[in-house]
């Protein structure tokens, strides 16, 4: 191969990187957990959802779902259940929230977080997901194969209240 074309399939690769598509181990993603808001700069002292996404192409049947956040910034007020899954799991701390979701074929949203921001700054909330590791976020298909391809966190910047 030569230097221009490893340079364009470089170019090219990064240009999807940039574009938003995920990639791993030079496959497209099937199975994205996401944290998705309507607006990414929130105003101090604001209420704001935050959805918590499964997109796959896969069977899926259950899912676990590890999420943390920095209460200095952030604090839970409440989580809504989308779709007709079943949750026997809900665990919260001041800093994390952690549900399962059971079903056939699950996809979409999961479940709504309900936060309210508490200073200013920048912070991320995050789907804690490692290769291998069954003690955070995983996505099981019918045979109980983590399908976990990639996760999405969410970055807010959160700003002073309009006129104060």
Do not use: C, W
Not at 29 to 47: M, R, Y
Not at 80 to 104: C, E, H, M, R
Not at 132 to 160: H, R
């Amino acid at each position: 191969m030569t230097t221009t074309q490893k340079t364009t399939i470089i170019g090219a690769a990064t240009l999807l990187v940039v574009a938003g598509i995920t990639y791993l181990n030079g496959q497209a993603t099937d199975t994205i957990l996401s944290l998705v808001a309507n607006n990414n700069k929130i105003a101090k002292g604001q209420n704001f959802l935050v959805k918590v996404d499964l997109t796959t192409n896969k069977n899926a049947n259950g899912a676990d779902v590890f999420v943390t956040f920095d209460p200095t910034f952030l604090e839970l007020q409440d989580q809504f259940i989308k779709g007709n899954f079943q949750y026997p799991l809900i665990a919260t701390t001041t800093n994390s929230v952690s549900f399962s979701a059971l079903g056939d074929n699950i996809n979409g949203t999961l479940r709504t977080l309900y936060f309210k921001s508490l200073k200013t700054g920048t912070t991320t909330i995050h789907i804690v997901a490692s290769p291998n590791t069954t003690t955070d976020s995983n996505v099981a298909d019918q045979n109980g194969n983590d399908v976990l391809d990639a996760t999405k966190d969410l970055d807010l910047t959160i700003v002073a209240p309009s006129g104060k």
